[in-house]
């Protein structure tokens, strides 16, 4: 994989496609001029730190998935495996599968991990029109989705 770069504030976020748990595609770009999108980069499905985050998210999914903004969770796992994890947690947001080319969008957002093959827990709030407003780059650290909210409101 080529070079990473890490992403600054106030740039333009790069835009991606990526298919949903459902086999759907689903493109950054289709939010532009209409919601803010938070981009949660998970490393694996199924773990505990991972379903716990995700979890937190859907316990308080209307912060996160209104007419306002889109939540989305990233992960380098199977569209197979997302719509699994998705089904078991009840998840009621897209599951985004960046299993291949493997990590291409996760190493985009300067995220991937190539000596475990995943993304790293990472967050990107990406404004309406595609400016990259926020991020969180917490390695293997559970993140805490109150920084979400806050990052949220400040954009409004």
């Not at 740039?11 to 459902?22: C, K």
């Not at 080319?101 to 995943?118: C, M, T």
Request: glycine share 8%; with cysteine.
């Amino acid at each position: 994989m080529g070079e990473q770069q890490e992403l600054q504030i106030g740039a333009e976020a790069p835009d991606f496609e990526l298919r949903d748990q459902h086999g759907q595609p689903w493109r950054l770009s289709d939010y532009r001029g209409k919601k803010h999108v938070v981009v949660v980069f998970m490393p694996f499905a199924f773990s505990r730190t991972c379903t716990g985050e995700l979890c937190a998210i859907g316990e308080d999914l209307s912060a996160f998935q209104n007419d306002d903004t889109q939540v989305v969770a990233v992960s380098c796992d199977s569209p197979f495996a997302l719509k699994a994890w998705a089904e078991k947690e009840r998840y009621d947001f897209p599951m985004l599968s960046d299993f291949w080319p493997h990590g291409a969008v996760s190493a985009q957002y300067g995220v991937f991990e190539e000596r475990v093959g995943a993304a790293s827990r990472s967050t990107f709030l990406v404004d309406r029109d595609g400016v990259l407003r926020w991020k969180v780059l917490n390695g293997w650290d559970a993140r805490d989705t109150e920084s979400y909210k806050k990052a949220l409101a400040e954009i409004g």
